[in-house]
Antibody
Framework: QITLKESGPTLVKPTQTLTLTCTFS??????????VGWIRQPPGKALEWLAL???????RYSPSLKSRLTITKDTSKNQVVLTMTNMDPVDTATYYC??????????WGQGTLVTVSS | QSALTQPASVSGSPGQSITISCTGT?????????VSWYQQHPGKAPKLMIY???KRPSGVSNRFSGSKSGNTASLTISGLQAEDEADYYC??????????FGGGTKLTVL
């Protein structure tokens, strides 16, 4: 059974750096073809793809946010970490992590709401 | 890289069929067979309904089907049920190792 859970601060101040952790179980991020991605959703708005890390440590980022994002993995801890620098109120959103395989996000975490406000 | 275009809303009566379109470009939807569709109920995480354009994950009803023509992908739901009322999002590989979602479609079951 694959499960994922996001954790991190619920409130960050503008200009601060956000660090989110995705802790997962039921699969290994060292298995060929597997990835873990991050997707966000501002309140009442659409999903937005952010980043993806593959089993071989290949990393991919949204072109529009690439300069602010870093994704890393700790295979031994079954965790993936996303950092986003220079947070702004427009970054207020629910942030999801998801298992990625065969070109799709087939298992999702419950999401964590991050509010950016001073 | 712009969001894929979906109709803001669609509606149908129980038992009917509806189709949600997802229009991209020759750089994303038109070039790859990597379109996925997600269902999202209010306050819940998205659920994968279709991947690789037309494949259904285990456990997803065969009332859901996906297709593609040119730069437009489509999700068809047949035999509409009240539980199908939700937001639906398409997603496509956009080249350069990035992915793009659609703006979402709200399905109302009348």
């Amino acid at each position: 059974q694959i499960t994922l859970k996001e954790s991190g601060p619920t409130l960050v101040k503008p200009t601060q750096t956000l660090t989110l952790t995705c802790t997962f179980s039921g699969f290994s991020l060292s298995t060929s073809g597997v990835g873990v991605g991050w997707i966000r959703q501002p309140p009442g708005k659409a999903l937005e793809w952010l980043a993806l890390i593959y089993w071989n440590d290949d990393k991919r980022y949204s072109p529009s946010l690439k300069s602010r994002l870093t994704i890393t993995k700790d295979t031994s801890k079954n965790q993936v970490v996303l950092t986003m620098t220079n947070m702004d109120p427009v970054d207020t959103a629910t942030y999801y992590c998801a298992h990625f395989f065969s070109g799709a996000n087939d298992y999702w975490g419950q999401g964590t709401l991050v509010t950016v406000s001073s | 890289q712009s969001a894929l275009t979906q109709p803001a809303s669609v509606s149908g009566s129980p038992g009917q069929s509806i189709t949600i379109s997802c229009t991209g470009t020759s750089s994303d939807v038109g070039s790859y067979n990597l379109v996925s569709w997600y269902q999202q109920h209010p306050g819940k995480a998205p659920k994968l309904m279709i991947y690789e354009g037309s494949k259904r994950p285990s456990g997803v009803s065969n009332r859901f089907s996906g297709s593609k023509s040119g730069n437009t992908a489509s999700l068809t739901i047949s035999g509409l049920q009240a539980e199908d009322e939700a937001d639906y999002y398409c997603c496509s590989y956009a080249g350069s190792s990035s992915w793009v979602f659609g703006g979402g479609t709200k399905l109302t079951v009348l």
